[in-house]
């Protein structure tokens, strides 16, 4: 049976060596290919984005990475309790350093891209979040931090480098 509660309080929670917090998140990814071996990754790509519990705006599933998980855990963790979807997780995109909103302190951030096998109609956070699927174009445009974008046009980059067709992802 699934629990379909997000995790709650800071008592796991890991710190870098420096006192920042740190959080990993992802950006839970597919293909919507209109037409098959189409090379053109902005218009055939679709990322998932959510909502911010309070406040405007879009963003990608994170949160904190706890002391019990390794990091694809926790950013598969995040991916199910935040937008309600599940997937392969792929290797790291990178590591940002960014300010809390809430604070005036710094964060490290880890993202992964998480190729979505399923969307679930249940999850822990859906009566405090919503999701929806966008091209990258609106992501970047909508997206409210700047550190997720870069981790967004990581992921395209490695997506239009890979010698595979889209098709074939």
Avoid at 2 to 20: A, E
Wanted: hydrophobic share 35%.
């Amino acid at each position: 049976m699934v629990t379909l509660v997000s995790r709650k309080g800071r008592q796991f929670q890991r710190y870098s060596q420096n006192g920042r917090r740190l959080v990993v998140g992802c950006i839970p990814y597919r293909f919507k290919i209109e037409k098959p071996g189409s090379n053109d990754v902005d218009r055939a790509l679709e990322v998932l984005v959510i909502t911010p519990q309070k406040g405007h705006g879009i963003l990608f599933p994170k949160g904190g990475w706890e002391s019990d998980e390794s990091m694809i855990q926790a950013a598969k963790r995040e991916a199910f309790e935040e937008a309600g979807v599940q997937g392969r997780v792929q290797r790291k995109l990178g590591q940002w350093s960014f300010k809390s909103k809430s604070q005036d302190v710094f964060h490290e951030g880890h993202m992964f891209p998480l190729l979505v096998t399923e969307q679930l109609d249940l999850w822990p956070e859906k009566e405090t979040r919503q999701r929806k699927w966008v091209t990258v174009v609106e992501a970047r445009e909508n997206c409210q931090y700047l550190w997720m974008k870069e981790a967004l046009d990581e992921l395209v980059i490695r997506i239009s480098k890979s010698s595979r067709p889209i098709a074939s992802l």
